[in-house]
């Protein structure tokens, strides 16, 4: 179990305090609206209203007491760099920020964020590619550079096993898991035959993925 502290109740800190609270941690949740508070309260270890521009109120939190900090502030760029500073001062391990643009995200790393995730950016690539991809049921992007989609078995790989196919061999993508008529099956052997229906998790580069939808256009 780890702690956690979430600065900013809007919707993806919100969701994420819950959630990090379904799993069995303590999260503390923090806003300036009393509101959001009062909404969040029976879902979280603690929620306290509180400016994250205080600098003495946010000390008196005992920052140093948590192990992740979630900076989820994105009404205010100075609000979250304050945020983020804080719990670097105060050593908290690892600090993950929200931001809206890569220019806020550098400089919320510069600052001393860990790690920082765009959730509209990233919402947008996943519906373009989920529009444009009639193979493609969903896309999530690891990193800049790789990707994991949910990938339909196309018509000519159909009662072929993995090893047949060579799909790792001609694109270089790895299966990591099948799903068939609601069942996961992870890491299948190189002798799983495919049938229709079925849906591949495949992880890869991009530039990977992208040449399986061109092949099969």
């Known amino acids: ?51 994250v521009m205080d600098e003495l109120a946010m000390k008196e939190i005992g920052l140093s007491n948590f192990d992740v900090a979630v900076v989820s502030i ?34 919320l790393k510069k600052v001393g964020a860990d790690k920082i995730i765009y959730p509209e950016m990233d919402m947008g690539k996943r519906v373009a590619h989920n529009l444009t991809s009639k193979n493609i049921l969903d896309f999530f992007q690891l990193s800049p550079k790789y990707s994991m989609v949910e990938q339909k078995v196309h018509d000519n790989w159909v009662n072929l096993t993995l090893k047949e196919l060579k799909i ?6 790895t ?6 008529e609601g069942d996961i099956i992870v890491s299948p052997s190189s002798d799983f035959q495919l049938m229709q229906g079925d849906i591949l998790v495949v992880l890869g580069s991009n530039e990977q993925i992208s ?6 256009e």
């Open 175 to 180: 299966v990591v898991a099948i799903e068939r």
């Open 74 to 107: 994105g009404s205010s760029l100075t609000v979250a760099i304050m945020g983020t500073m804080l719990a670097k001062e105060a050593g908290v391990e690892f600090i993950l920020a929200k931001a809206p643009s890569l220019r806020e995200g550098m400089i």
């Open 211 to 216: 040449k399986i939808e061109k092949d099969h």
């Open 1 to 51: 179990m780890k702690s956690f502290i979430v600065m900013g109740c809007g919707r993806f800190g919100e969701s994420c305090a819950k959630t990090l609270m379904e799993l069995g941690n303590e999260v503390l949740v923090i806003d300036e609206d009393y509101d959001k508070i009062k909404k969040i309260s029976n879902d979280v270890t603690m929620a306290i209203q509180c400016d």
């Open 168 to 173: 790792r061999k001609r694109y270089g993508v």
